[in-house]
């Protein structure tokens, strides 16, 4: 039981460039969540997923694109990296999700740099 | 915009002594509050929720809520430096879609020194 397990760890891109960022979770979570973490900051969440083929827009969704196609895998897409997008992304999933108290379990993250 | 504040800190204690750490929020109608720990490096893992008002215990922690105030509150007794970390606040709020998802303070930075 690997848990949510986060591809790759770091990156370093150009401006402009696109990546994807991979998450899998194998405790067959419905809901899946994708947050940035600035230095010094709490997590602020981009896009969430609360089943295979439903996203939903959180708080800063600008610059990227999210699918899920299965329950397993909920991908993050950046188009056109900017410097702004450089931060620590966490995936992240749960049980309950927002009718609950289960837990977020968090993928250990992907360290960004856009130059 | 719901907010949730924390103090950054750094904050430090001395071994065995008890860390208090705080947590404002602007939503009157959110629900459930949420404590996670972050070591440097790595990612958040929960240590404790609470939703009704009053004091939850559970070994070393305690979360105190106070929805008047909209204050939540997370004490750790006989802190150990393996509790050196930065400790999360977050919130879940009362509406339908993201309205309903975390949101999370800036963190407090906490040092227990030996």
């Known amino acids: 039981n690997a848990g949510v397990t986060q591809t790759p760890k770091f990156r370093i891109l150009k401006i402009g460039q696109s990546m994807t960022l991979q998450c899998a979770q194998d405790m067959n979570h419905n809901y899946m969540y994708w947050y940035r973490q600035d230095p010094g900051m709490g997590l602020k969440l981009i896009y969430y997923s609360v089943g295979a083929g439903i996203t939903d827009k959180g708080e800063v969704p600008n610059g990227y694109n999210v699918s899920r196609s299965t329950t397993e895998d909920f991908p993050l897409r950046l188009e056109l990296a900017a410097p702004s997008q450089t931060s620590v992304y966490f995936c992240?999933?749960?049980?309950?999700?927002?009718?609950?108290?289960?837990?977020?379990?968090f993928g250990n993250g992907t360290r960004l740099t856009v130059t | 915009q719901k907010e949730v504040e924390q103090n950054s800190g750094p904050l430090s204690v001395p071994e065995g002594a008890i860390a208090s750490l705080n947590c404002t929020y602007s939503d009157r109608g959110s629900q459930s509050f949420f404590w996670y720990r972050q070591y440097s490096g790595k990612s958040p893992e929960l240590i404790m929720f609470?939703?009704?008002?009053g004091d939850k215990e559970d070994g070393r922690f305690t979360a105190q809520l106070n929805k008047a105030s909209q204050y939540v509150s997370l004490l750790i007794r006989d802190s150990q430096p393996s509790d050196s970390a930065t400790y999360l606040c977050a919130v879940k709020g009362p509406g339908g879609g993201s309205a309903r998802q975390l949101t999370f303070g800036s963190g407090t930075q906490l040092t227990v020194l030996p």
């Open positions: 609470i939703y009704s008002n």
């Open positions: 992240a999933s749960s049980y309950l999700g927002d009718r609950g108290h289960s837990p977020l379990h």
